[in-house]
């Protein structure tokens, strides 16, 4: 009977021991590698301009076979101006005049090439809490002195994101597509206490229409009554040479223009569109709720910058 003891210990010793060891080998193998991205172009944007600068930044990523094949960081203004990184390649920036890293489109192209080489925007690091960092370096070996917080938070959102869907209208180069209405001086009835430039911004991406921002730039004469179209200085003067426009006027333009013209851009990237009937002579219509500014101007601006 001892031995009939001894002997089924032994076995289920034996047995006890095989399970842990192949418990503990299974434990010890490596996961399972991250599944491949998708497929398509990814876009994500900063939610509000910025109060100092007027910037919004975007970022557009391609994603071929797998793996991010191209990246472009982009920014509209909120005076509808286009995109900084072409107003940075053509040399009207600024920073290329003043900053020892070179221009900002130079600077970004390195955030853009550090993101295809290494795949993952979790895993650049920072040097310090407003996001520059020593590990970027330009074409032309100056490490990058711009904070690039924006463009790889921007990238982890966008891939978070699903695919951009494919519309129908034509994508610009560089995602943005512009149209101003100048002002006519020699026009009659030209007033110089109330003549606004109206400008919109389009971002357009994989043919979608992803932005919109429509703006009026004060475009008439500096005088006392105009005064308070124009930016001021520290000292709260205003500065002659830098008007400013309906929506960043706010309420202070004497209505809500700003949160009417808000309305028009959600409605046309939501109906992807701009198609809506008059109700009078003066560019009004009812087609969008809460809309109560003309937005005749706002068909004449989307023409030009589709094409459509």
């Known amino acids: ?43 994500a944007e900063e939610d509000s301009f910025a109060e100092g600068s007027g910037y919004k930044y975007f970022v557009v990523l391609k994603v071929e076979g797998g793996k991010i094949t191209d990246a472009d960081w982009g920014g509209t203004n909120v005076q509808s101006t286009g995109n900084k990184r072409t107003i940075s390649e053509n040399g009207e920036y600024g920073m290329e005049a003043v900053a020892k890293a070179g221009a900002w489109h130079d600077q970004a192209a390195a955030a853009e090439k550090w993101l295809i080489e290494n795949q993952d925007p979790s895993k650049i690091t920072y040097t310090d809490d407003e996001g520059h960092t020593d590990v970027l370096k330009t074409d032309a070996g100056a490490t990058v002195s711009i904070h690039v917080t924006e463009f790889f938070e921007l990238a982890k959102k966008a891939l978070e994101s699903d695919p951009v869907a494919e519309g129908t209208y034509t994508t610009p180069e560089d995602y943005v597509a512009t149209a101003t209405i100048p002002v006519d001086k020699a026009d009659p009835e030209y007033d110089p206490t109330n003549a606004w430039e109206y400008r919109l911004d389009l971002i357009i991406v994989n043919g979608t229409i992803m932005d919109s921002n429509l703006n009026a730039i004060f475009a008439g004469e500096f005088s006392d009554e105009t005064a308070k179209f124009y930016k001021q200085d520290k000292d709260g003067n205003p500065d002659e040479t830098a008007p400013i426009g309906k929506v960043e006027l706010g309420t202070d333009y004497g209505m809500d223009w700003k949160g009417n013209a808000e309305k028009v851009d959600a409605f046309v990237i939501e109906n992807q569109g701009f198609e809506v009937n008059y109700t009078d002579d003066k560019g009004h219509t009812d ?17 030009s910058a589709t094409n459509k």
């Open 287 to 303: 087609a969008i709720a809460g809309v109560s500014i003309h937005v005749n101007e706002y068909e004449e601006l989307f023409k």
């Open 1 to 43: 009977m001892k031995k009939l003891l001894v002997l089924l210990l032994s076995v289920f010793l034996v047995g006890s021991f095989a399970v842990g060891c192949t418990t503990e080998k299974k434990s010890s193998q490596a996961p399972a590698p991250d599944a491949a991205l998708q497929d398509g172009v990814y876009f």
